[in-house]
């Protein structure tokens, strides 16, 4: 029999490690969550919070995550059950993360199946079908919805059956460049078009009267769904990381390409919304606000796609609903394999029968969403913009004050000897232990309105 590291699985190269760990960051949280934020919250203001957040609270909880991850060798819930001495509290905290990823796949799955459901639409359009573009494009169609969420969670199931490296690692080596590739090619066009210069002007020049507490708790909830923190994705990814590797340089590398793509995607999405208005496209709704991101993404840019008609039109949107997707796939292979990688870990099971079984039954929750899709929001509020940051804030908890700082530390020098004595070493610790968890629990309780 194998032994249990070589049967668990580990990544081919360092790059492998990045560009999966990127994979799950980069997502419908960048190409659909960030833009439409930005262009609803004072542009380049959000931008500049939402960056703060993003290193000064996220990446000191990513480093913390792969450690333990890397450290242990194992799932979520199994890191904390190791490292915190087989007490039940301790894993109860990774168990919250599982149950987190497992909702948030759930939901997310739904609205993956929309950007290949689009795909389609953009497809019917253009051969004239409209009744059939209208039909396959209605978000508010249970078996439409249903059966667009089945075959993506079925290319997301023989994704993880193929293991860590020879199925993740491949799949998102070839997706994430591909993805920057159509990102930087179709802002190549979409900024030269009439219109386009209001949407940059409104998302890089700041407008700071805009920042208030809330549009701070905004930017750190996006800030964590888009990093994959607080649930354990990258507790799993760092288990399959080599002793050799830097952590806190990968995490940077991570961190780093998550916001570059968010960026990127502001400069398509937001002019984008703009050339829609000039072509006569409403944006904002009667009391002048603008509209709901799923109504930008799914209504509007569709409408702009059918103004500019013919292959144009073709082209421009399906390789927009196209692109949404594979960032959408390179994130449901992550939340999916946290629960593999536990059933395979804690209960023996093969990872085939886990994928197979654990991807089945998350589907049934996405079916019940399918044909109620106002579940969605609930699912967002409590297991995403509650959810993840509480796991960042216990996380941090139980790495600072329990396991300890200087253990993981100890850990990351495997990779970076002098880590003790940089820079990064002094400081960290501070932000594991005070900066990153008083901060998330200012913004939860005031996102709460109990402060
Ligand atoms: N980071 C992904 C996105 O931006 C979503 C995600 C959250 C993936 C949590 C894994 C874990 O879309």
């Not at 497809?123 to 396959?136: N, Q």
């Not at 930017?219 to 952590?247: C, D, H, P, R, V």
Request: net charge negative; aromatic share 14%; charged share 10%.
């Amino acid at each position: 029999m194998a032994t249990s590291t070589t049967s668990r699985g580990n990544w081919n190269s360092k790059l492998g490690f990045i560009l999966a760990a990127a994979g799950s960051a980069v997502g419908l949280g960048n190409i659909w969550g960030f833009p439409t934020q930005v262009a609803s919250n004072g542009g380049a203001a959000f931008l500049f919070i939402y960056l703060l957040c993003a290193f000064a609270i996220g990446f000191p909880v990513m480093v913390a995550e792969i450690t333990m991850g890397r450290k242990t060798g194992r799932n979520p819930v199994g890191a904390f059950k190791v490292l915190g001495d087989n007490k039940l509290l301790y894993s109860a905290i990774g168990m919250w993360g599982l149950i987190c990823g497992v909702m948030i796949l759930a939901f997310y799955t739904v609205i993956a199946g929309w950007t290949v459901s689009y795909v389609f639409e953009e497809v019917f359009f253009y051969l004239g079908m409209t009744d059939w573009a209208a039909w396959i494009s209605d978000t508010g169609n249970g078996p439409i919805n249903a059966v667009f969420a089945t075959l993506f969670m079925g290319a997301t199931i023989s994704i993880i059956l193929g293991g860590v490296s020879d199925g993740i690692e491949r799949a998102t080596k070839f997706m994430m460049p591909l993805l920057l590739i159509i990102l930087v090619v179709m802002i190549g066009y979409v900024v030269l078009q009439p219109g386009a210069g209001v949407g940059l002007e409104i998302y890089l020049l700041p407008d700071f009267s805009k920042v208030t507490p809330d549009l701070i708790l905004s930017a750190m909830g996006q800030a964590f769904f888009s990093l994959s923190l607080g649930m354990g994705a990258l507790i799993t990814y760092g288990s399959y990381l080599s002793k050799k590797e830097n952590i806190p340089e990968a995490a940077t590398y991570v961190t780093l390409m998550d916001a570059f793509i968010a960026f990127l995607a502001g400069l398509l999405v937001i002019p984008t919304m703009y050339m829609a208005q000039a072509q006569g496209v409403p944006i904002f709704d009667d009391s002048g606000n603008l509209l709901a991101s799923a109504a930008l993404i799914f209504q509007v840019l569709p409408e702009l796609f059918h103004e500019m008609g013919g292959l144009l039109g073709l082209i421009f949107g399906g390789t927009f609903f196209f692109l949404l997707s594979i960032a959408a796939l390179t994130s449901t292979i992550s939340l999916l394999e946290v629960p593999v990688s536990y059933a395979i870990d804690e209960h023996d099971l093969k990872r085939k029968s886990a994928a197979t079984y654990i991807g089945g039954g998350v589907l049934a929750i996405s079916l019940i969403i399918s044909f109620d899709t106002s579940l969605i929001d609930h699912f967002v509020f409590i297991f995403n913009e509650i959810g993840l940051p509480l796991g960042g804030f216990l996380i941090c908890l139980f790495l600072g004050y329990y396991w300890k700082t200087d253990n993981a530390l100890a850990e990351m020098q495997e990779g970076y000897p002098t880590v003790m004595t940089s820079f990064f070493g002094r400081v960290w610790p501070l932000f594991v232990k005070v900066i990153a968890p008083l901060a998330i629990l200012y913004n939860l309780l005031s996102g709460l309105g109990i402060i």
